[in-house]
């Protein structure tokens, strides 16, 4: 059962434009959210998280904003440049979970055109 | 450099043939974890471990071996009783402090085909 959910396959964005990428979870348990970025043929590269204490995580051009009541986060990129498109997972984890592994949604495929 | 070394990068498996997937790692982390890719879907934990000689079944165990005789070295086998192993397999590790709030931190994978 998919516990974290990323329901845009793709997204398609302008350079320079503002880049939102959606999730939703189901598992009120999870308390520490990430996001990763994944090129093909690569393993994930870890980007920013946050915890649930938190409702906001901003790292340079990357914010993270948590919603607990609606169990939902959501990734900005701004502005976001064309090296930015890749595939970005969403992955949640709590302390009851094994050994605190990452649950991932399937992922959405941004395109960041010039 | 610090990081996470899967070898090989591709690995083919003939039928009935256990094969080995290699995951060392320099980041002086506690706890490893092995995910499988499948196309069009997330990451899913195959075995994890948080300590050395310990490690413990994730959601999809089944047809998997694994070994943690060292902190650095987390090597996952294939064996022949996993009917559909053909996937793109990923090893992570992270820093273990006993709470949620650290990481993983991935290899670049390991792409598995059946000959």
């Known amino acids: 059962d998919q516990q974290v959910k990323q329901n845009s396959p793709s997204l398609s964005v302008q350079e320079g434009r503002i880049s939102i990428l959606n999730c939703d979870y189901t598992?009120?348990?999870?308390?520490?959210f990430l996001w990763y970025k994944k090129y093909p043929a690569e393993g994930p590269t870890f980007l920013i998280s946050?915890?649930?204490?938190?409702d906001k995580n901003e790292d340079g051009r990357f914010t993270v904003f948590l919603n607990k009541s609606a169990k939902h986060l959501s990734l900005h990129i701004v502005p976001s440049q064309p090296g930015d498109s890749a595939v970005y997972f969403c992955?949640?984890?709590?302390?009851?979970?094994?050994?605190?592994?990452?649950?991932f949604g399937k992922g959405t495929s941004l395109l960041v055109t010039p | 450099d610090g990081g996470i070394t899967q070898s090989p990068k591709y690995l083919f498996r003939k039928e009935g043939q256990n094969v080995t997937l290699s995951c060392e790692q320099n980041?002086?982390?506690?706890?490893m974890y092995w995910y499988r890719q499948d196309p069009g879907q997330g990451l899913r934990l195959i075995y994890y471990?948080?300590?050395?000689?310990?490690?413990q079944k994730g959601d999809i165990a089944e047809g998997y071996s694994v070994s943690r005789e060292k902190k650095e070295s987390f090597p996952l086998t294939v064996t022949s009783a996993q009917k559909n192993p053909t996937a793109f397999y990923l090893c992570?590790?992270?820093?273990?402090?006993?709470?949620?709030?650290?990481?993983?931190?991935f290899g670049d994978g390991t792409r598995l085909s059946i000959l």
């Open positions: 992570a590790s992270s820093i273990w402090s006993g709470s949620s709030n650290q990481p993983q931190h």
């Open positions: 598992n009120s348990m999870f308390d520490y």
């Open positions: 946050i915890s649930s204490i938190k």
């Open positions: 992955a949640a984890s709590s302390n009851s979970n094994s050994g605190y592994a990452l649950n």
């Open positions: 980041l002086n982390h506690d706890a």
């Open positions: 471990s948080q300590i050395v000689n310990d490690f």
